[in-house]
């Protein structure tokens, strides 16, 4: 079965994707990327691609058209709203047009127009300074999948060849985690890990492995309670349930390339316990992915880059992994494995 269209947003206008996503056509054949179509500002893609003179042909069309499209041109579906933005210089009058494209791309996966969401990074302190009430991707997606019902769990994995690592707290103050951080929070994270690793990446038996949030674990609770408290509960809950999971571990040493080939993915108590290993191992090749969603969504690692956009000098090999990453998960997620 051919790959599928993935519906890829524009993210921040003033940020790298939408040069990203100029880039990625144009290495389509050699990243053997899946066919994708935007949702953007046409005129604002072709502007751009003059500006860093990029020979793509950016052609504005509608979802039955794309997949045809792709092989000679970037096919894009227009936006209401118009770009009018410079590169570098964010502005909250674009978190309109941001945010229709991330609502349009995901009407259309769930209509099975496309395969699967893939996401240009957004600025969220650009998004918030124009009323937006998520507080990134993840958690917004959540609030769309729930249509008006309760919301999902909504799980932020980061993927490489090499680590997958989940930030069990996402987007919230430091200080904020000991008291979001809760056994139920943990047991539902790992169900959603386990799950998916097995329906969307192929890993017939996951094994999970578990940081502490305190340093050493806890040292026998000398260092924190939280790890013996809240963290070792989760993992004898997962056992109970069948799930290979283990820990609570020492963040500082469960990251190396020996400890890594102990586990699938490691779960860690907040985002830069999660994030820093990966970024630091695979920055550009990173993808992240949200799990516990009615549809596949992944994403570049990084952010918008403000202080590069427009000058031709992002690399798009973390956007092409997650593009190549949203086709493989939607292959296993048809039963064809991949
Ligand atoms: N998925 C998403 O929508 C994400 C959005 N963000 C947002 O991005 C904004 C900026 O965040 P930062 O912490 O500055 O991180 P960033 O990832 O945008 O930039 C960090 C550094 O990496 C460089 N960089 C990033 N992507 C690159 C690429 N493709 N090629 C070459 N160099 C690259 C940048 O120039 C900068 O020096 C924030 O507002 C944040 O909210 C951050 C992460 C993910
Ligand atoms: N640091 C990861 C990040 O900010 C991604 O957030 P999201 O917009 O994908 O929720």
Redesign the pocket.
Known sequence: MPPRLLALTQ??PA??GPE?TLLAWRQRREAALPPFACLADPEHLQRLAQKLALDVPVMPCDWREAPALFATALPVIPLHHRVEVEAGR?DPRTAPGTIESIDRAVAAVRDGQAAALV????????LYAAGFAHP??TEYLAHLAADGGPAPLPVMLLWCDALAVVPVTIHVPLSAVPALLTTELIVATGRIVAAELTSRFGVAKPRLALSGLNPHAGEGGALGKEDDAVVAPAIAQLKAEGIDARGPYPADTMFHARARTGYDAALAMYHDQALIPI?TIA??EGV?VTLGLPFIRT??????????AGKG???????CAALRLAARMATYQDGAGA
Do not use: E, M, Q, Y
Request: aromatic share 6%.
């Open positions: 993210g921040d940020g790298i990203l964010p996401t240009n990074p957004i600025a969220k302190s650009v990134g991707h970024k920055f550009d992240n994403s570049p690692d990084h952010g918008t880059a403000f202080d590069i000098v992002a690399r798009p090999d973390s956007l």
